[in-house]
């Protein structure tokens, strides 16, 4: 008998009927051993050095106990734990607590027949860096949180807890919450002419965007001056300066990475991360998707394969390149062993699990992974230049110019390709959204006269329409996490965990989906950043240590020299403001 050891007892049951009589399947139900929730601070720092000491969770030891009379009677013990860092580290944990036996390590990046049998033909031993790599998370998290969270006592009682990603999170809000409170509304407005070459409609209507030479962005701020530049307009002679009509290539997104299916899953959806990352666990131990804690966007050859033959079998041939779209992942430290989200069995369609929550997201991601294989769609885009009294004005050159400017955009849909499926991309939502509640106006769609230069025009209204500028705006849970993905802060998996945590410790209430530092939350960070400026608190350095912590993943660096000088920063800034002081931790060593 050969033992695999999974996580979750949801996979057990499914993977046994892959493997057949002569393997018996077992779950660790998570993770086994941890540093303890209580009763110190579970590092040690010996000469220099850091040692995590670990202890078996208490629910786990009746696991334990189940696993080690299995294990006894079989002749290899195969880990088959999730394909990340925590999965290889609950694998080594596993075989710390089932003591000197055969081991092997298998990963399943999907939960099905023919993922589970390619999987386990290719066994390979424990992968340390992995393991090293989770480690110096779990070790340099639980130093930054023991040493810092007590000192926020001091701002009050009821601020509970810091961590090294949660409080840049909290901070990006708290400033956002600052910007917002600083915001001084300003009234401008926006010439807006109709215009129409003689006697040839249809009209279009063009903004106001340069006045004597100068770029105003479509603004104007002095109400009388926009009132008498109304009044001067009607009185001068319009014409064409330019028309320029192109044909611009729409490229599909790419397939869902961990950070993204959130992000969308928010926007289209109304899902929080932390409901989206339930989902996508349950799909994912039902063998309906791939892997779910990813950040690569590549696809395998069958996957690539699979795609391309729903469009073939669904879609007209004009959407179905000649070639397969590859996307290149954006993430330097991207895991590219594994795949993007997708369907594992996506002829199905993508209505196969209905109209539940979790089919919605599957029909979300069934979309994604169909469209990123589509032809891309093409626009027409049309701008036209309109010269208001056109030879009325001296630039610093000496050389006439038009006294004002005005433009007109306008976009007709030639091919709508992959967007016959997906839509409009999630991403590109939320920016029209954050673009209508900004300050800038909306370019037009719709069909606009192809026009000569030196065409003169009829102007038939000209209105200069009252607009406010406003604050930036908030953040929603999709939007943070974006923020935080651009800026290398934290990992996709731990975004759900974040944004639970500064939401349940009271330093952030959401209302509308917007998110709203509370008074607690801009004094935590407040204190953080007097007290901790150049180390976690700041995106640069944990930025930069980020980093680090990858190279250890790919065997690049010693996680105990990087996770060492980390944690003695971060105790060195407490001790020094008088803070903390712990006794039991020597001061860190002197550099030679």
Not at 251 to 269: D, G, H, K
Not at 425 to 448: F, I, Q, V
Not at 472 to 495: F, H, M, N, V, W
């Given at each position: 008998?050969?033992?695999?050891?999974?996580?979750?007892?949801?996979?057990?049951?499914?993977?046994?009927?892959?493997?057949?009589?002569?393997?018996?399947?077992?779950?660790?139900?998570?993770?086994?051993?941890?540093l303890p929730p209580t009763g110190g601070l579970s590092v040690e720092f010996i000469d220099g050095r850091i040692k995590?000491?670990?202890?078996?969770?208490?629910?786990?030891?009746?696991?334990?106990?189940?696993?080690?009379?299995?294990?006894?009677?079989?002749?290899?013990?195969i880990l088959a734990t999730d394909p990340d860092r925590e999965g290889e580290a609950i694998a080594w944990h596993v075989s710390q607590l089932l003591g000197d036996r055969k081991y092997s390590r298998v990963v399943f990046h999907a939960v099905t027949k023919a993922e589970v049998q390619?999987?386990?033909?290719?066994?390979?031993?424990?992968?340390?860096?992995?393991?090293?790599?989770?480690?110096?998370?779990r070790v340099l998290d639980r130093v930054v949180g023991w040493v810092v969270s007590p000192t926020l006592r001091k701002v009050s009682k009821d601020a509970r807890s810091a961590g090294r990603v949660q409080s840049v999170a909290l901070r990006l809000v708290a400033d956002r919450e600052k910007d917002i409170a600083k915001h001084k509304t300003v009234d401008y407005f926006v010439l807006s002419a109709r215009l129409e070459k003689n006697g040839a409609p249809p009209p279009f209507a063009a903004k106001l965007i340069t006045w004597k030479d100068h770029p105003l962005g479509q603004r104007l701020r002095d109400p009388a001056l926009a009132e008498k530049t109304v009044d001067w307009a009607k009185t001068v002679p319009w014409r064409v300066l330019s028309c320029d009509r192109r044909d611009s290539?729409?490229?599909?997104?790419?397939?869902?990475?961990?950070?993204?299916?959130?992000?969308?899953?928010?926007?289209?959806?109304?899902?929080?991360?932390?409901?989206?990352?339930?989902?996508l666990q349950a799909l994912f131990e039902d063998g309906k998707i791939t892997y779910h804690r990813t950040d690569s966007t590549?696809?395998?050859?069958?996957?690539?394969?699979?795609?391309?033959?729903?469009?073939?079998?669904?879609?007209?041939?004009?959407?179905?390149?000649?070639?397969?779209?590859?996307?290149?992942?954006?993430?330097?430290?991207?895991?590219?062993?594994?795949?993007?989200?997708?369907p594992t069995h996506p002829e199905t369609g993508a209505d196969a699990l209905g109209g539940g929550d979790a089919g919605k997201l599957y029909r979300l991601i069934w979309q994604r992974f169909v469209a990123c294989q589509m032809a891309p769609g093409r626009d027409q885009i049309t701008t036209i230049d309109v010269a208001c009294a056109p030879d009325e004005w001296k630039n610093e050159k000496g050389e006439p110019v038009p006294r004002g400017v005005f433009q007109a955009?306008?976009?007709?849909?030639?091919?709508?390709?992959?967007?016959?499926?997906?839509?409009?991309?999630?991403?590109?939502?939320?920016?029209?959204?954050?673009?209508?509640?900004?300050?800038?106006?909306?370019?037009?769609?719709?069909?606009?006269?192809?026009?000569?230069?030196?065409?003169?025009?009829t102007l038939l209204g000209l209105d200069a329409l009252k607009r406010s500028t406003?604050?930036?705006?908030?953040?929603?849970?999709?939007?943070?996490?974006?923020?935080?993905?651009?800026?290398?802060?934290?990992?996709?998996?731990?975004?759900?965990?974040?944004?639970?945590?500064?939401?349940?410790?009271?330093?952030?209430?959401?209302?509308?989906?917007?998110?709203?530092?509370?008074p607690l939350g801009v004094s935590a960070s407040d204190f953080l950043v007097r007290h901790y400026t150049g180390n976690f608190i700041d995106m640069d350095y944990t930025r930069r240590l980020e980093d680090d912590l990858d190279k250890i993943a790919r065997g690049e660096a010693s996680w105990e020299k990087i996770v060492t000088e980390a944690s003695f920063a971060v105790i060195a800034l407490a001790r020094g403001a008088g803070l903390w002081y712990d006794p039991l931790i020597p001061r860190p060593p002197r550099k030679s």
């Open positions: 008998m050969k033992l695999v050891i999974v996580e979750s007892p949801n996979k057990v049951r499914k993977i046994k009927d892959f493997l057949g009589a002569d393997f018996r399947v077992a779950a660790s139900f998570g993770h086994m051993r941890d995590p000491v670990y202890a078996m969770i208490e629910r786990s030891a009746r696991h334990v106990k189940e696993l080690s009379e299995l294990a006894k009677k079989a002749e290899e013990v390619k999987a386990m033909a290719k066994p390979r031993p424990i992968d340390q860096h992995l393991v090293d790599a989770q480690q110096a998370r290539a729409r490229n599909p997104p790419p397939p869902f990475t961990t950070a993204t299916v959130q992000q969308a899953a928010s926007v289209r959806l109304g899902f929080n991360p932390d409901a989206t990352m339930k989902h590549a696809l395998s050859p069958e996957g690539l394969a699979e795609a391309r033959a729903v469009i073939k079998k669904e879609f007209p041939p004009e959407y179905l390149p000649k070639t397969p779209i590859v996307h290149a992942t954006k993430s330097a430290n991207a895991q590219e062993a594994h795949e993007a989200i997708r955009k306008g976009k007709v849909l030639l091919f709508d390709g992959w967007r016959r499926l997906a839509g409009e991309d999630a991403t590109e939502e939320a920016k029209k959204k954050g673009k209508r509640e900004g300050d800038e106006e909306e370019d037009g769609d719709g069909e606009l006269p192809m026009l000569d230069p030196g065409d003169p025009l406003k604050p930036p705006p908030r953040y929603t849970q999709a939007s943070l996490i974006k923020k935080l993905e651009a800026e290398g802060i934290g990992r996709p998996s731990t975004y759900a965990a974040i944004m639970r945590v500064i939401l349940e410790r009271g330093y952030v209430t959401e209302e509308k989906r917007k998110l709203h530092a509370t």
